[in-house]
């Protein structure tokens, strides 16, 4: 493996460790992919192919010959920070823009999330976006926050981790994103996620996790790191018997003038 390639996967790898130490990985739980297409030499096109093709379960035309590191389907991510080619995969996308097939290192099948994945980075690639890299995980404070209707509504839970700490406007200024409950791995989670992902860097799966993205893995989990501090430092607040004040509408106006933040989202 060439050096810019073996570089990203040992992101992953370093990212993955984090998402354990953090209790947001739970046995096989969140997944990794990253677009790696632009550091793959000649040595690794000419690889065969170690499966069947293998089909997506829906067609994603921007895709095609494109090449993925993924996460394997019931990998944990504690055991990938150590071992990333033996928890994960390296698979192309065939010319049908339907199938792929893996390529390296082993025979691991990717993670179930796959289509949700891949239809985000077919819409990255669309869209002219620099991001390569989709995180799925399940931290604790967003997940638990997910389960009450009353931040469900769009850009509630935005508006209100805004104003926990200045920082998480600062590093997520697109917010966060909500998804309904639907089905794990399902088709139908790829689409509700897509109609998201194009106006936040952050998802929110009601009841399940989060999905984010980035230039590159250690960004998707820093945006998801800060967003989940801001719910961490809400929930301290109501434990100790408060309902927090949050920053004003001013305070926060305040710092996307200063920081030139997009200001698509309402303070
Ligand atoms: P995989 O082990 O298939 O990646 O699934 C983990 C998960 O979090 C599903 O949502
Ligand atoms: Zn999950």
Not at 12 to 28: S, T
Not at 101 to 114: F, G, H, K, Y
Request: aromatic share 8%; glycine share 6%; hydrophobic share 40%.
């Amino acid at each position: 493996m060439n050096y810019e390639l073996n570089k990203e996967i040992q992101k992953v790898a370093e990212v993955a460790g984090y998402l354990w130490q953090k209790g947001w990985a739970e046995r096989n739980g969140g997944n990794i992919t990253v677009n790696i297409t632009e550091f793959v030499d000649d040595e690794m096109r000419a690889l065969p192919a170690l499966s069947e093709p293998l089909q997506i379960g829906t067609t994603l035309p921007h895709l095609k010959g494109c090449y993925f590191y993924c996460k394997g389907t019931g990998k944990r991510m504690r055991d990938l920070a150590r071992e990333p080619m033996q928890n994960g995969s390296i698979i192309r996308i065939l010319d049908d823009c339907k199938s792929y097939v893996i390529v390296a290192d082993e025979l691991v099948m990717p993670t179930s999330e796959l289509p949700s994945h891949l239809s985000i980075h077919d819409y990255l690639i669309a869209s002219g976006s620099s991001y390569k890299a989709s995180l799925h995980t399940h931290p604790i404070e967003l997940v638990a926050m997910s389960h009450s209707k009353a931040f469900l509504g769009k850009d509630v839970l935005t508006r209100l981790l805004w104003s926990m700490i200045p920082e998480t406007l600062a590093f997520a200024p697109l917010g966060l994103g909500i998804v309904p409950y639907t089905l794990p791995g399902s088709v139908a989670l790829a689409d509700a996620t897509l109609q998201q992902i194009r106006d936040y860097d952050v998802v929110l799966w009601e009841k399940h996790g989060t999905v984010a993205v980035g230039t590159d893995i250690m960004d998707a989990f820093d945006q998801t790191d800060v967003l989940n501090k801001a719910a961490t430092i809400y929930l301290r607040a109501k434990s100790m018997g408060f309902e927090p004040d949050g920053m004003t509408d001013a305070q926060m106006k305040e710092i996307q003038e200063v920081f030139h933040l997009p200001t698509s989202r309402p303070c």
